[in-house]
């Protein structure tokens, strides 16, 4: 008996050393074409690490690559997107939450529709409608996009974040002559802190990833994201493996650091949306 | 009239105004931002269907009714396309689920340095899609990756070629990329559900006697059922309509072989600046998500009424 669960034991953990390995062999392994030399690239083959690791990869892509101009890019389209959304998802959030009035299914309805089609379908018709407002190949464009694509599935999220508050607390400040809005701004918001940094974390990386609607809309150098100029660069110069390795690296960093973020959250985040990834 | 409404009513007109919108102030922001970016350009882009919308022709943009329909319907690739579709989606899903399912059981048994395994193997939900596509393009690459040269050494292939540019085995590609991406949505949700089991159901299964199989059969597959059915009919939709890394890893080739729907849609807007056609196909691609999202509900209606 005792050697059957020591055997279950070690095929438990077995198991989860090869889930761990699956996991993580694709990023080891671009880490290792980032570090490797040019020069050892082709000659050593499937060596699991080179026999000399070099940083200057990552030097040449932060130094003489456009790829600063496009992180730059990306940090300030997922940053502003990330707080627009958090800041009207409150916003409709709350009113999900505390009030019921008429058009509230109707609200529901809509923000369960948008959840539910291609948003592949939208690439033509915004491109035609942002092309007149001057907002393709503009950096505002992508963020209006990428703030009405999140809004309802952070509202959602936002909502569950407002229903785990009891009611008493607005009440009771109510009572004492505060406003709603009041007693929303002072003593709800900063109960729900930890579901803003959840909500603040789920956006950004999604905006971070977005990749169909930043190719239709930005043509340039200029206004390009990390997706858009990593895209473009493996195109043109599809040799340099190392250095595309290395600007790879670099665009998971933001991403890992927000992962860390909001991983306690991330059950009421995936099932927010229902249908979110 | 009731002393109550009495009472309210004697309050000032603007205060009750004020009050009775307060909810849609809230929500106004929200509103207008989804009709104006999503639901306008949803009406706009069904409009397209029935329109000859080329970007770069000028004199294009007039009415043609169902011609788009019709050359659709002998579009060897768009043909192709749905096939690819049906491929990609139930083959990303089952795996999925099932590596998920099993992750998740996995997980569910306390051990030493449990947080910091389940950081690990749900990492690669945060990596970027294009990245992950990009990361397993490299490597299916026989130049810098190692997969075709494991694949040559276990005597699988003839000599280290790059799957991706193989007609036949090339949709594997992006499904293995989608797989490795998409393990831990499956495992974070179903182990979310399995850590609402009660635990004494277990023990009290134990005491009766109930092997290891049949306490999972009879309590863990039950509780677990519902959320997994929500969890894979979502989940299927989502699939079907995720275009990134087929975009990324072989944009729909070689000759047509990886292209699905969305990814076709992609294409005709994007290289073919042709946005009358892509909408047609995308309605057709909404068509056939309605029908799938109709048949569950009436999946679900008769497995209710059953109860």
Request: proline share 6%.
């Amino acid at each position: 008996m005792r050697a059957k669960k020591l055997s279950l034991t070690i095929a438990h953990r077995l198991a989860i050393l090869a889930y761990i390995v699956f996991a993580l062999f694709p990023l080891f392994w671009l880490l290792k074409v980032a570090v490797t030399p040019n020069d050892l690239l082709y000659s050593e083959g499937v060596r699991m690490w080179p026999s000399r690791a070099t940083l200057e990869h990552f030097e040449f892509v932060i130094a003489h690559s456009a790829f600063p101009t496009f992180f730059r890019n990306s940090v300030i389209v997922s940053g502003s997107t990330a707080i627009a959304v958090t800041i009207i998802a409150s916003l409709a959030g709350y009113a999900l939450s505390r009030f019921s009035f008429r058009a509230k299914y109707w609200l529901i309805a809509l923000m369960l529709i948008t959840q539910m089609f291609p948003l592949v379908m939208l690439v033509a018709p915004i491109f035609k409608m942002l092309t007149p407002l001057g907002l393709t190949n503009s950096l505002a464009g992508l963020v209006i996009v990428y703030t009405a694509f999140n809004a309802p599935f952070a509202t959602f999220l936002m909502q569950s974040f407002f229903d785990g508050i009891p009611k008493d607390l607005e009440e009771a400040a109510m009572i004492d002559g505060a406003t709603q809005f009041k007693a929303f701004r002072q003593i709800i918001l900063p109960l729900t802190l930890p579901g803003i940094a959840a909500t603040l974390g789920f956006v950004f990386t999604a905006a971070w990833s977005e990749l169909l609607f930043a190719l239709m809309l930005i043509s340039g150098n200029d206004a390009a994201t990390f997706p858009v100029g990593l895209l473009s660069f493996v195109s043109k110069f599809s040799v340099d493996f190392g250095q595309m390795m290395a600007a790879g690296v670099l665009a998971l960093i933001p991403a890992c650091l927000f992962f860390l973020l909001i991983q306690r959250y991330l059950v009421q985040g995936l099932t927010a949306g229902a249908v979110k990834g | 009239m009731t002393p109550d409404v009495t009472s309210r009513s004697r309050a000032p007109l603007m205060r009750r105004l004020a009050i009775a919108s307060e909810p849609y102030l809230y929500s106004a922001p929200a509103f207008f931002l989804i009709v104006a970016v999503m639901l306008v350009p949803l009406v706009l882009g069904i409009s397209y269907a029935f329109r000859d919308v080329q970007l770069l022709n000028p004199f294009s943009g007039g009415f043609i009714g169902l011609d788009h329909f019709r050359t659709l319907s002998e579009d060897q690739a768009f043909l192709r396309a749905l096939k690819n579709t049906l491929w990609w989606t139930g083959a990303s899903v089952f795996f999925q689920f099932v590596f998920g399912l099993i992750l998740a059981l996995l997980l569910d048994k306390p051990f030493a340095g449990r947080g910091l395994v389940q950081a690990l193997v749900f990492l690669p939900w945060a990596v970027p899609t294009f990245l992950a596509g990009l990361n397993w393009a490299w490597l299916f690459n026989p130049v810098i990756g190692p997969i075709p040269h494991w694949l040559y050494a276990l005597g699988i292939f003839s000599e280290p070629n790059n799957i991706l540019s193989d007609p036949h085995m090339a949709m594997w590609g992006p499904i293995i990329a989608n797989v490795w991406w998409g393990i831990p949505f499956f495992a974070i949700t179903m182990l979310a559900a399995l850590q609402s089991i009660p635990r004494d159901l277990y023990e009290a299964a134990a005491i009766d006697g109930a092997s290891g199989l049949q306490r999972f059969m009879s309590i863990t597959l039950p509780f677990l059922a519902p959320t997994i059915a929500i969890t894979v009919l979502l989940r299927t939709v989502w699939i079907a309509n995720f275009a990134d890394l087929i975009v990324v890893m072989t944009n729909g080739g070689p000759a047509d072989r990886t292209q699905i729907v969305a990814s076709y849609i992609f294409t005709q807007a994007f290289k073919r600046l042709d946005f009358g056609y892509a909408s047609a196909i995308a309605l057709v691609l909404l068509g056939l998500l309605l029908i799938y999202s109709m048949l569950i509900v009436l999946l679900r209606q008769t497995l209710l009424n059953k109860d």
